[in-house]
């Protein structure tokens, strides 16, 4: 039998049962492996119980024998919708053990790519809202522009998804010309392409009615709650890692951090679209500063550690020093200093920090993630109980939640 | 006047004196250990009286051989007014790993916690739901833990037909 003590039946009536409901680990309302178990009052939520787990792969353990370079692949699988941001986390962690400094122009190439990956990634959260919400319009239009972003990744990487964008010092090689033929395609039809994906839900009234006033949270739960990222700023709080321990040159960008109010799902819609200008923005500037390196300096695209940099392939086959650094590095012979660090990065659904302890190996002695939605999904039971089944959804999809992220 | 590394702990020393200790600030972020059945006290004087109103992490690390402080405990805190950021630790040991809970104090413990105890087998004592989180609830041993390694990447004993090794 069920606990009907939170129910209160009025006089006379008849006792009442509730319902439970398994919803997922796979369902294809909740985008991704999450499981949760909700008491259902007809169709009012009394009480949810999250399980999370459904696919956990060990990387904190895999990666106690993987020497530096072999974890960013392992990064891509965190939040595989920003994987480039990520990387780039894991590279600026090692980069702040190993104590390199990387010239400008790859500080700059960094923040375009890992500003279209938090568009990509904000993109696809707030498409989703609308598909839950019944729009699948705006979804399949937008998704041609981040097909446009994987293009751009691919001219930089060759691959889409999960990128191993980068390494430790800079990028493997230079950005094509194709690469910034794209970039500056994505520059001029996007504003475009927001401005219509805004008018189709910023003002719908069936879009307003089912996100306004759902799934909100006070900034001080939020902050309680470990919030970060859109979600918490959605609630008030102007907290952004680009901002507050700038990396990799935030602080030449100007930008600013939206901020919501309620922190309800309507916020958290509307902060991700105003980061979104915000974003192009920041890759406006980072493109034009690019632009202004001249001669030797244009070709710059990785910080000169030969210790660390893996080179270039045809170079390890015709260079006395490429070949020995590319064995040692690839040998784990590289002298790797003992240290702890913690950093983090702005990642698209939050504050994504890597604590890192270094014994001398050739692996981390230590490796934990702090995945910014593993975090915050504690808080989707406060968020949804008391509320209907299907705004659950909505609230599930506005929290932006990765299940590959949150399961490490 | 916005908080700097030294005054954090001056403030500190001033509180608990001896019971805190292996003062660091390893790149930059200042660092100490606290007695074991100190952390929550230390948590909520850094809430209160510093403005450390954000607990970014809690996990933990495996030192095999510390005899009697096997297991650190590491939480990093974040005071987002005067945005810095701190870590202390609290050692327990592996026999008897028991640490007092933090969800009393900020509600995203409740996971991170979990999470520790999932791994390391860190006992938190009080902790309203302490259930394994990621892995399986049958499992019997704490993955993270340093007497567990992964298996040999090189070994040629297995024969898996599925995967071809």
Redesign the interface.
């Known amino acids: 039998m069920h606990d009907h003590n939170n129910i209160r039946l009025p006089e006379g009536s008849i006792e009442k049962e509730t319902t439970t409901l398994n919803l997922g680990p796979t369902h294809p309302a909740t985008h991704g492996v999450f499981q949760n178990i909700l008491e259902l009052d007809g169709e009012r939520i009394i009480k949810a119980d999250s399980t999370v787990g459904y696919i956990h792969r060990a990387f904190e353990k895999i990666a106690e024998r993987r020497p530096y370079y072999q974890i960013t692949p392992l990064t891509d699988r965190l939040n595989y919708c920003s994987s480039p941001i990520n990387n780039m986390g894991w590279h600026l962690t090692c980069e702040k053990l190993l104590d390199v400094k990387t010239p400008k122009r790859v500080d700059y190439l960094r923040i375009i790519i890992m500003e279209l990956a938090r568009i990509a990634d904000h993109l696809i959260c707030n498409s989703i809202v609308g598909v839950d919400t019944g729009a699948y319009t705006g979804f399949l239009y937008v998704m041609q522009y981040r097909e446009l972003i994987y293009e751009i990744y691919e001219e930089v990487c060759g691959s889409r998804l999960t990128t191993n964008i980068g390494r430790i010092g800079g990028f493997e090689r230079n950005f094509t010309n194709t690469a910034f033929q794209k970039l500056e395609k994505f520059l001029k039809e996007y504003p475009g392409v927001l401005e219509e994906f805004e008018n189709l839900f910023t003002r719908n009234r069936i879009f307003v009615e089912r996100t306004k006033g759902v799934g909100g949270i006070s900034a001080s739960r939020a902050l309680n709650y470990g919030f970060t990222g859109p979600n918490l700023r959605a609630a008030g709080v102007d907290y952004d890692v680009r901002v507050h321990s700038p990396y990799s040159s935030y602080e030449d960008m100007d930008f600013i951090i939206p901020i919501g109010t309620t922190g309800d799902n309507y916020d958290r819609y509307q902060v991700r679209n105003a980061e979104m200008w915000e974003s192009l923005k920041i890759i406006e500037q980072a493109y034009r500063k690019v632009q202004e390196f001249k001669g030797a300096e244009a070709e710059v695209f990785h910080a000169d550690v030969p210790a660390y940099y893996l080179p270039e392939k045809s170079d390890v086959y015709t260079k006395m020093e490429a070949l020995i650094y590319h064995f040692k590095i690839v040998m784990g012979e590289t002298e790797i200093p003992p240290g702890e660090v913690y950093n983090s990065v702005e990642g698209a659904n939050g504050e994504l920090g890597f604590y890192l302890i270094s014994d001398g190996g050739r692996a981390p002695y230590r490796l934990h993630f702090r995945r910014p939605c593993f975090v915050y999904y504690q808080a989707y039971p406060e968020l949804v109980t008391g509320g209907m089944l299907s705004d659950a959804i909505v609230t599930m999809s506005s929290l932006n939640l990765i299940a590959g992220e949150m399961d490490a | 006047m916005s908080l700097t590394n030294d005054i954090i702990k001056t403030r500190l020393t001033e509180k608990f004196g001896e019971l805190l200790g292996a003062w660091e600030e390893?790149?930059g972020?200042l660092?100490f250990t606290a007695a074991s059945d100190q952390n929550l006290k230390v948590m909520n004087f850094l809430k209160e009286e510093l403005g450390f109103?954000?607990?970014?992490?809690i996990?933990a690390?495996?030192y095999p051989d510390r005899k009697g402080e096997e297991l650190a405990v590491?939480y990093?805190l974040h005071n987002?007014v005067d945005?810095i950021?701190m870590?202390f630790k609290v050692f327990a040991p592996v026999e008897k790993p028991d640490i007092y809970t933090a969800t009393g104090i900020?509600?995203?413990a409740?996971?991170?916690e979990r999470?520790t105890y999932d791994?390391f087998g860190v006992n938190f004592v009080g902790h309203p739901d302490l259930r394994?989180?990621?892995?399986?609830d049958e499992m019997d041993y704490f993955?993270?833990r340093k007497e567990y390694?992964?298996e040999d990447?090189t070994r040629i004993d297995k024969d898996d037909e599925m995967f071809g090794r």
């Open positions: 390893p790149y972020m660092t109103n954000f607990l970014t992490d996990t690390v495996n590491v990093h987002l945005n950021r870590r900020f509600s995203s409740n996971w991170m999470e791994f394994r989180i990621l892995n399986v993955p993270l390694p992964l990447q």
